[in-house]
């Protein structure tokens, strides 16, 4: 397995100072930013789009964004993320209409792509396009906020989802998103996981780099 990667989600941070929390956060540790774009009609909240993306990159963050994108349409808003400057882009199989077209949209400019299941989304999307992941995230929670606690039976899921990266020999990123917090981070990366989302659990607490250590220490387990 590839070596773990943390990735806050921003959508705990403080929005009014966000380029600060964003140097702040990977200062203190963090590999990725993940961003996560909700449009108020494929989940229930609204937050940030291509300009913030783009505002951070002017801002000076070098580090890959992961833009997690929980929006219905899917294809119009992506070449805006990656004018943007997103790294990966993922998206909600069941939110696009044509998956191979999406993904290849995606990767059509270098950046990299993936899927994105929700708690109760079947395998099945997985089926003819694993050679197109570079990621598969699995939602841990329902989407469209934060702060929400981890479904146990994604631990299943993700053991289900590693058997299959692993027979398939692509190179495949295996990320999980909701309630990863410093007592679970362990169990869930023996299920299988190698990328990490957590927001609340990071941006929640004052000291960024106090966590992310955590993290580390539980991950060397
Ligand atoms: C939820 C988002 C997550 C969320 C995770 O729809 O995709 O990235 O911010 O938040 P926590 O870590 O607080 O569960
Ligand atoms: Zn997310």
Same mark, same amino acid.
């Given at each position: 397995m590839r070596p773990f990667l943390i990735a806050p989600s921003i959508l705990s941070a403080d929005f009014a100072r966000l380029g600060e929390e964003v140097d702040n956060v990977l200062a203190a540790g963090a590999d990725v930013v993940h961003f996560d774009v909700m449009d108020n009609h494929y989940v229930p909240n609204l937050t940030i789009g291509p300009l913030v993306c783009k505002a951070l990159?002017?801002? +000076? #963050?070098?580090?890959?964004?992961? #833009?997690? /994108?929980?929006? =219905?349409?899917?294809?119009?808003?992506?070449?805006?993320?990656?004018?943007? +400057?997103? $790294?990966?882009?993922?998206?909600?199989?069941?939110?696009?209409?044509?998956?191979?077209?999406?993904?290849?949209?995606? =990767?059509?400019? +270098?950046? =990299? &792509?993936?899927? #994105? /299941?929700?708690? &109760?989304?079947? /395998?099945?999307?997985?089926?003819? #396009?694993?050679?197109?992941?570079?990621?598969?995230?699995?939602? $841990?929670?329902?989407?469209?906020?934060?702060?929400?606690?981890?479904?146990?039976e994604t631990l299943n899921k993700l053991r289900e989802v590693r058997r299959r990266i692993d027979e398939s020999g692509y190179d495949i990123r295996l990320e999980v998103d909701g309630g990863v917090k410093v007592d679970n981070i362990a169990e869930i990366a023996a299920a299988g996981a190698d990328m990490f989302v957590a927001g609340s659990a990071i941006f929640g607490k004052p000291d960024y780099k106090q966590v992310i250590d955590e993290m580390r220490v539980e991950l060397a387990k």
């Open positions: 990159r002017d801002h +000076g #963050v070098t580090a890959d964004i992961d #833009v997690h /994108l929980m929006v =219905k349409p899917v294809d119009r808003i992506i070449p805006d993320f990656i004018d943007a +400057g997103a $790294s990966i882009i993922t998206f909600h199989p069941e939110a696009s209409e044509h998956i191979d077209r999406t993904l290849q949209l995606i =990767k059509s400019s +270098g950046c =990299k &792509a993936g899927v #994105v /299941l929700n708690p &109760a989304t079947s /395998l099945h999307y997985l089926d003819h #396009v694993m050679d197109k992941l570079d990621a598969i995230l699995l939602m $841990s929670v329902n989407p469209g906020f934060g702060g929400q606690s981890f479904i146990p």
